[in-house]
């Protein structure tokens, strides 16, 4: 049975940082992207973070770039997000996602439902 299970959110300030997890378990890695995805109040769900299982490839959206990093535990299959200089404009349900498409679209971290795998959520909020 496949289960992803994202920990890690919470309440933060501005500036402050989370890190969050996704335990992943029953997940046949045919499709090799794993990601990030969030979504905003009153926006669409985006994508914020995925990387190539087997390579060095890291995507990252440009909203997020220098401050996020995504990054996994082979051992105990787990995918992280860490989050440093937090802003308002992150508060967001974070969502992990595992079996995406070939070298997650080319960067653009494709569908979040093009995912094979989801997460339930982990609310993230930021406070200035």
């Known amino acids: 049975q496949v289960h992803l299970m994202e920990s890690g959110g919470g309440s933060v300030q501005a500036g402050g940082s989370l890190r969050l997890s996704c335990a992943v378990s029953?997940?046949?890695?045919?499709?090799?992207?794993m990601g990030w995805f969030r979504q905003a109040p009153g926006k669409e769900r985006e994508g914020v973070a995925a990387r190539y299982l087997g390579s060095d490839r890291e995507y990252y959206a440009d909203s997020v770039k220098g401050r996020f990093t995504i990054s996994q535990d082979n051992v105990n299959f787990t995918l992280y997000l860490q989050m440093n200089s937090l802003n308002a404009e992150d508060t967001a349900i974070y969502y992990c996602?595992?079996?995406?498409?070939?070298?997650?679209?080319?960067?653009?971290?494709?569908?979040?439902?093009?995912?094979?795998?989801r997460g339930q959520g982990t609310q993230v909020t930021v406070s200035s």
């Open positions: 996602a595992a079996g995406g498409p070939l070298y997650c679209s080319g960067g653009s971290l494709g569908s979040f439902y093009e995912y094979d795998y």
């Open positions: 029953g997940v046949t890695y045919s499709r090799k992207c």
